[in-house]
Structures are given as C-alpha cells and as structure tokens.
C-alpha cells in the first residue's frame, strides 16, 4: 500500500493550510489514518489520527487548531490546520494500517514539508 501526501508549503504564522494523503494499492480495508510530524532534531510525534469509525485523536499541542477527517471511499486522509504557529513548522508524514489483500500493512507517506514563518 502506497501513501502520497501533499499539500505542504511556507505559510505566515496564523494563516492555514491543508494536507491530503491518498492511499493505492491492494487495499482491502484501512483501519487507522494518520499524520505525525518531526522537527529538525525532534523525535516524530504523532499529530493526529482518524479510526475507520470516524473516532478522532489529537495531540494537545494541536488540539482547537487542527481536524483531521478521512473520504472512506477516496482512501484519503486530510488535516486542515489553522491559526499555524512557528512551532509548527515540521516534516509532516501520513500513515495507515490495516488489511491488504496479502495481509496487514502498516504504511508512511513520504512527507511533506510545513513552514510556518513569525
């Protein structure tokens, strides 16, 4: 299963932007989606994650800022994210596990870039 996000970019801090990341391949079910995030020198985090219920969950940094949501029938996973600080600024990666038709995957996209500029 392959992930290809987009959407990242350089934004002024307070604007928006919003991610997608579309999942291919021999998909027969996705359980969770998500988006995580590394900073230079930081340890990858997760940002948030989205069940195939519709059940949410966020990091403290980024909640009331961020929603991620997911199109079931697209394969995709989105984050909007609003009133971006500096702090945000990161490599931000998707990922999704669940059930191919070879067996389970646990897949990452290959990441996108968000600067967020004071």
């Known amino acids: 299963v ?3 996000a987009s959407g990242g970019g350089l934004v002024q801090a307070g604007g928006s932007l919003r991610l997608s990341c579309g999942a291919s391949g021999s998909i027969a079910s996705i359980n969770v989606m998500g988006w995580y ?8 985090e997760l940002v948030a994650s989205i069940t195939s219920g519709d059940n949410t969950n966020y990091a403290d940094s980024v909640k009331g800022r961020f929603t991620i949501s997911r199109n079931n029938a697209a394969n995709t996973v989105y984050l909007q994210m609003n009133s971006l600080k500096p702090e945000d600024t990161a490599v931000y990666y998707c990922n999704a596990n669940g059930r191919g038709r070879r067996g389970p995957y646990d897949s990452w996209g290959q990441g996108t870039q968000v600067t967020v500029s004071s």
């Not at 995030?37 to 990858?44: F, L, S, T, Y």
């Open 2 to 4: 392959q992930l290809q």
């Open 37 to 44: 995030r590394q900073a230079p020198g930081k340890q990858r």
